[in-house]
């Protein structure tokens, strides 16, 4: 199922972690937590962690920070993609995305059903491309963070990963800010 060429360097990326809860801190964010062993495991750079606050003005300005930095090239958000009323995290995202990767919450809510049944239909995970940078948003539970990274983040953000992945396409995700040849 995951193809990696052992031939080809693997190539780190830069990943921001960002927890979206009104009630965690730093002491007791187990699903942040997760994400950086995880990420780390793989050889890639944590490049910044933080917390913010159910609240959709400050979700939007930490991602837009984090966007424009040219050397953040993914930012992974664990928390807020549920249902409820303070569960605002698929609107912040949707509001940056220059383009959504409609496939990426389609496919956690596939591999998440073998695990915890009809309960995934509860979850908003969602996943697009802004500025350049991949951004990723996922339950809020370690598991959820578990699977998301063992079955999809961990083969998408290695650029080895045949038939393709996110890292080789990294240096087109602009292309349209680009010039035409012909001009």
Request: proline fraction near 6%; charged fraction near 25%.
């Amino acid at each position: 199922m995951h193809r990696i060429d052992e031939s080809r360097p693997f190539l780190p990326i830069n990943i921001v972690v960002l927890t979206i809860s009104d009630s965690r801190t730093p002491a007791d964010d187990r699903s942040g937590d997760t994400l950086v062993e995880r990420l780390t495991a793989a050889r890639h750079r944590l490049k910044a962690r933080a917390i913010v606050k159910d609240d959709h003005g400050l979700i939007v300005a930490e991602l837009r920070q984090w966007i424009q930095d040219p050397e953040v090239d993914c930012i992974i958000a664990t928390g807020g993609t549920g249902v409820t009323g303070r569960d605002v995290t698929p609107e912040a995202f949707a509001s940056v995305y220059e383009k959504e990767i409609a496939g990426f919450g389609e496919l956690f809510r596939w591999l998440s059903y073998a695990k915890i049944g009809t309960s995934t239909i509860q979850s908003r995970a969602t996943a697009g491309v802004a500025g350049g940078t991949y951004l990723f948003a996922l339950p809020g539970s370690p598991g959820a963070c578990r699977d998301a990274w063992d079955d999809i983040l961990k083969w998408q953000l290695d650029n080895r990963l045949r038939p393709c992945n996110f890292v080789e396409l990294m240096p087109r995700l602009q292309e349209h800010l680009r010039p035409p040849r012909n001009a």
